[in-house]
């Protein structure tokens, strides 16, 4: 099975901020990469496919990047609706494994 | 707008069955392949089966094998997960989700609102 691993696990930041979340592989997935959004009570929702393609309707200040074993989501200017955590998934190969997930909290 | 509405969540006792479904509106169901995630209390998502358009493909985590069973009516536009012999550490939230088939892999663009399974004596 594929590992994901994801960095941090939690982070404080502020409005405007630039936020960084890391997800490593344990094998390569080519820019086989998802990204996800979750906020509490609430389904997930895809921000990023294909490691660096924004979903339709996701704000530009999202964006995804790497391949092969590591990959960054940025959000380049935090806005308050952007408070929740965050998981990456390897859609490449069965069993499909999700990254532990990153909650971004208000500092 | 794409609707999935997943029901048949509830307490079920340790070794006992539940059969959940998703109903699914305004898409072509047939098209599209579908999964179960599911999420434990405080936890992280884990996925849990996957079926393709025609039913033709199943694919499960090892944790479920044997146990769960994916299904699909296409004519009904719905989802089926059968669950047997469920164990306490099933407990979880269970979402069902989209495939939009890209050719980038299997993610999931449409989400339920989720159906909370709780297996407990």
């Known amino acids: 099975d594929i590992q994901m691993t994801q960095s941090p696990s939690s982070v404080s930041a502020s409005v405007g901020d630039r936020v960084t979340i890391t997800c490593r592989a344990s094998q390569g997935i080519r820019s086989r990469l998802d990204w996800y959004q979750q906020k509490p009570g609430k389904a997930p929702k895809l921000l990023i496919y294909g490691a660096t393609s924004l979903q339709s309707g996701v704000p530009s200040r999202f964006s995804g990047s790497g391949s092969g074993t590591d990959f960054t989501l940025t959000i380049s200017s935090l806005q308050p609706e952007d408070f929740a955590t965050y998981y990456c998934?390897?859609?490449?190969?069965?069993?499909?494994?999700f990254g532990g997930g990153t909650k971004v909290e208000i500092k | 707008e794409v609707q999935l509405v997943e029901s048949g969540g509830g307490l079920v006792q340790p070794g006992g069955s539940l059969r959940l479904s998703c109903a699914a509106s305004?898409?072509?169901?047939?098209?599209?392949?579908m999964t179960w995630v599911r999420q434990a209390p405080g936890k992280g998502l884990e996925w849990v089966a996957y079926?393709?358009?025609?039913?033709?493909?199943?694919y499960y985590v090892d944790s479920v094998k044997g146990r769960f069973t994916i299904s699909r009516d296409n004519a009904k536009n719905s989802l089926y997960l059968q669950m047997d012999s469920l164990r306490a550490e099933d407990t979880a939230v269970y979402y069902c989700?989209?495939?939009?088939?890209?050719?980038?892999?299997?993610?999931?663009?449409?989400w339920g609102q989720g159906t909370l399974v709780t297996v407990s004596s």
């Open positions: 305004e898409f072509t169901f047939s098209a599209y392949g």
């Open positions: 079926i393709k358009q025609d039913g033709s493909e199943k």
């Open positions: 989700a989209r495939d939009p088939i890209r050719g980038d892999g299997y993610n999931f663009d449409h």
């Open positions: 998934q390897q859609p490449n190969t069965f069993p499909l494994t």
